[in-house]
Each structure stands twice: as structure tokens, then as C-alpha cells.
T-cell receptor, first 113, second 109 residues
Framework: DAGITQSPRHKVTETGTPVTLRCHQT?????MYWYRQDPGHGLRLIHY???????DKGEVSDGYSVSRSKTEDFLLTLESATSSQTSVYFC????????????FGPGTRLTVT | KNEVEQSPQNLTAQEGEFITINCSYS?????LHWLQQHPGGGIVSLFM???GKKKHGRLIATINIQEKHSSLHITASHPRDSAVYIC???????????FGTGTLLAVQP
């Protein structure tokens, strides 16, 4: 295991409510990523972080924000959830040049009703 | 056109068969990854390669940089190999991972 956990693992929420997903790592890696996985699409990058308080947008960032106040935690927030944000969300960490380079968390299945 | 294309999208095999999954990409890359995802499960990294060939157990991954193509081979396939296999490349303008849509493999006993 690469020492990545995600919480919650499953969540059902209503349209318009805020939702925060947490990714926690024990590896002290600098790079962390949030992806979403939807049928018919490859994994798509939402936001990523290259250090504490250093974050940037991915290709599908609209409607999402992130924060990283500690190396080990990367939070993904849906300010006002919509049905189009129903998806499986994966966090990943990266250790450039080492081993398999990028490791994925177990995923969070989010349903917005 | 997607920057990473996998073929086939779906594959059914009989236990024991030799399996090949292909990945073609259209951008310059620094590395290519093969990932495995069991139904309802997490994503496991199988290989990262930038040239040549790597082997792990019954799995073999090859890459041809000039042709922008990679293959994942499974020898002596087993029902537990049933999963989605995902190709991803690190490259393009952003040097982020760009993912294919995956190949769904079903190995029947």
C-alpha cells in the first residue's frame, strides 16, 4: 500500500449542498492530485497540488476547489453539488522518479441526488 | 481525437490464453503507465516505463517510443486477471498524466 486513504468512501448528498472529500497520505510526497472517473471517459484531472498551499487547476476544475494546509492532507470541496458531479473521485500521490511514480487512493463514490 | 487510445475496448478470453492490450498515443511523453482496476475497486499501478520492456510475473509491458505505441501482455491468463486495464502517459504540454478510457478484460474459466 502506498499510504493513501480517502474519506468518506461513499456519500450521497442533495443538489446544492456543500461536500468535502479528504485525501490523506503518510508518505510525505509533495505532489497530490484529485481525479474523477466517469463511464466513457478516462480519468480526468480536477486539481493538483505541488506543495503546501500550492495548488493549480486541472482540465475539469469548474465547480471544485481544493486546499492543502498540511503536506499529508489534500481536500476537495464541491461548493454546491450538482448531479453532474456524481462520480467516483480518486486521489493520487506522486513520487517522481521513484518506483511506479504515481499511486492512487481507494476512491470515493459520490452520488448527488 | 483522444491523445491516448486503447484497443480493444472490450476483450473476452478463455483461461490460459495469451492476451495483448494495445495503447497508442499522439504526444511526446516522458513515461507510460499501465494500471489495473478491478470492478468497483481501486486503481493499482502495474508498470511505469519509458523504453524497452518490463516483466512482472505473468505481465509484460513493452513500449516503442518511435511508433508511440505500447502493449500489455498477459501470459497464461486467469479469471482473476479480469479487470479494466488503463494506459496513461505522462507528457504533452502540461506533463500531467493523460489517461486512456481503458480495456475491459474478462477471462472465463
Amino acid at each position: 500500500d502506498a499510504g493513501i486513504t480517502q474519506s468518506p468512501r461513499h456519500k450521497v448528498t442533495e443538489t446544492g449542498t456543500p461536500v468535502t472529500l479528504r485525501c490523506h497520505q503518510t508518505e510525505n510526497h509533495r505532489y497530490m492530485y484529485w481525479y474523477r472517473q466517469d463511464p466513457g471517459h478516462g480519468l480526468r484531472l480536477i486539481h493538483y497540488s505541488y506543495g503546501v498551499k500550492d495548488t493549480d487547476k486541472g482540465e475539469v476544475s469548474d465547480g471544485y476547489s481544493v486546499s492543502r494546509s498540511k503536506t499529508e492532507d489534500f481536500l476537495l470541496t464541491l461548493e454546491s453539488a450538482t448531479s453532474s458531479q456524481t462520480s467516483v473521485y480518486f486521489c493520487a500521490i506522486r513520487d517522481p522518479g521513484q518506483g511506479l511514480d504515481q499511486y492512487f487512493g481507494p476512491g470515493t463514490r459520490l452520488t448527488v441526488t | 481525437k483522444n491523445e491516448v487510445e486503447q484497443s480493444p475496448q472490450n476483450l473476452t478470453a478463455q483461461e490460459g490464453e495469451f492476451i495483448t492490450i494495445n495503447c497508442s498515443y499522439s504526444v511526446g511523453i516522458s513515461a507510460l503507465h499501465w494500471l489495473q482496476q478491478h470492478p468497483g475497486g481501486g486503481i493499482v499501478s502495474l508498470f511505469m516505463l519509458s523504453s524497452g520492456k518490463k516483466k512482472h510475473g505473468r505481465l509484460i509491458a513493452t513500449i516503442n517510443i518511435q511508433e508511440k505505441h505500447s502493449s500489455l501482455h498477459i501470459t497464461a491468463s486467469h479469471p482473476r486477471d479480469s479487470a479494466v486495464y488503463i494506459c496513461a502517459v505522462r507528457g504533452g504540454a502540461t506533463n500531467k498524466l493523460i489517461f486512456g478510457t481503458g480495456t475491459l478484460l474478462a477471462v472465463q474459466p
